[in-house]
């Protein structure tokens, strides 16, 4: 049967599929995943707290406590979970809450689970209700209820299960029932990164892929990747074709500037959503309120990409609020798509 789950080690850790990462992309991606906490960058909140639950762990030779990791896509959630697998020289297994649909299937993952290992669910918020309920008792107890046999002669048999750590991933912390987020001994919020620490994600990245790029080249790539890694990692690869197809090899300002109009990404680093979002709200709606719903229609995304993707930078840009009644687009929203300002505007 095929539970969607694997059981990673070593190198293999890599072949993650994550949320909005192309197929194609991984390869790529996983090649510049950063392997342990000290080559991590950025978010020093989460990486000091982290670092403190996991030295505490080894030091008294336990395994650390469960952790959700929470934050938009993109940030570094399963580049997380593989790397507290790496510093506590544990095997992971992954899964996500998609592929668990059923309690037998968690009961199928957790009872094969050995001392110590790091199991790592991805979009945890999308797990079945009915398997929610038994990684309570997982988590807590160390403990599964195995169901043997059909109908009225099905017995439950308990499991003891051996100390593992979970690794919780969701872009949706909001959606964790309580009882669920509760039982995190750890929980890391990532947030947007400086430009600063892009520039460093990507002068690792351009080093490791052996790309020829200038400080100021490398420069304008970080201020327009939407606080992102994953972002920054991708519009460098695209630079990098422009400048040895229609430049001079090297990645510097004149090209990142070149390469960046032609794929589209403008100063703020809004993409082709994002701008739609915002037309849609002013032009269309003369700027909201609007409901998500029908604001995803219209720019033809499903609500949950525009509600995890889009929104939240351009929330964190000061371009749209969330109001009671809906999305509005601030009055730098009109003016970044080069629109008046309508007449007493309140927002
Ligand atoms: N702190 C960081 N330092 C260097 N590179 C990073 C960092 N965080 C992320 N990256 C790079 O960005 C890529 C995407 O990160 P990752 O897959 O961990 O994001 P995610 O939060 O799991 O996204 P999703 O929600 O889509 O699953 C990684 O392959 C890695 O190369
Ligand atoms: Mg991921």
Redesign the pocket.
């Known amino acids: 049967m095929d539970f969607g789950d694997q059981r990673l080690t070593g190198a293999e850790h890599d072949r993650l599929v ?4 192309e197929a194609a992309e991984r390869d790529a ?2 090649a ?3 392997k342990g906490l000290h ?5 020093p909140q989460v990486r000091e707290q982290l670092s403190l639950v996991l030295d505490a762990a080894k030091a008294r030779s336990r395994t650390p406590d469960h952790v959700l990791l929470s ?10 979970a593989m790397i507290i697998a790496h510093e506590m020289q544990a095997s992971l297994r992954v899964t996500s809450g998609p592929a668990v649909q059923h309690a037998g299937d968690l009961a199928a993952i957790l009872s094969s689970l050995e001392e110590g290992e790091v199991l790592f669910i ?1 979009e945890i918020h999308r797990m079945a209700r009915a398997a929610e309920e038994m990684l309570y008792v997982a988590m807590e107890d160390f403990r599964v209820d195995v169901i043997v046999g059909k109908g009225p002669g099905a017995t439950a048999i308990p499991l003891d299960l051996p100390p593992f750590t979970l690794v919780g ?1 969701t ?1 949706r912390s909001g959606l964790l029932p309580a009882p669920l987020r509760d039982r995190f001994g750890f929980t890391g919020h ?1 947030d947007f ?1 400086s430009s600063a620490d892009l520039l460093t ?1 990507l002068t ?2 351009a080093r490791m892929l052996g790309i020829d790029a200038e400080n100021r080249g490398l420069q304008e790539i970080s201020t327009r990747s939407r606080g992102t ?2 972002i920054a ?1 991708r519009l460098l690869r695209r630079v990098r074709d422009w400048a040895q197809v229609r430049g001079t090899g090297i990645i510097d300002e004149a090209a990142a500037l070149s390469a960046l109009t032609v794929y589209e990404v403008d100063a703020l680093g809004l993409d082709r959503l994002d701008r739609s979002v915002l037309d849609v709200l002013c032009r269309r709606f003369g700027g909201g309120p609007v409901g998500l719903g029908t604001l995803s229609v219209s720019v033809g995304e499903e609500a949950d990409t525009v509600e995890t993707v889009s929104e939240p930078y351009l929330v964190r840009e000061g371009l749209i609020s969330r109001t009671p009644r809906g999305r509005v687009a601030t009055s730098a929203a009109w003016k970044h798509l080069g629109l008046h300002v309508p007449a007493n505007y309140e927002f």
């Open positions: 994550s949320g909005t990462a991606e996983a510049l995943r950063p080559d991590f960058i950025g978010q934050g938009p896509p993109g940030l570094g959630k399963t580049t997380l991805d991933a872009t990532l990164y994600v690792r990245s890694p994953r990692n």
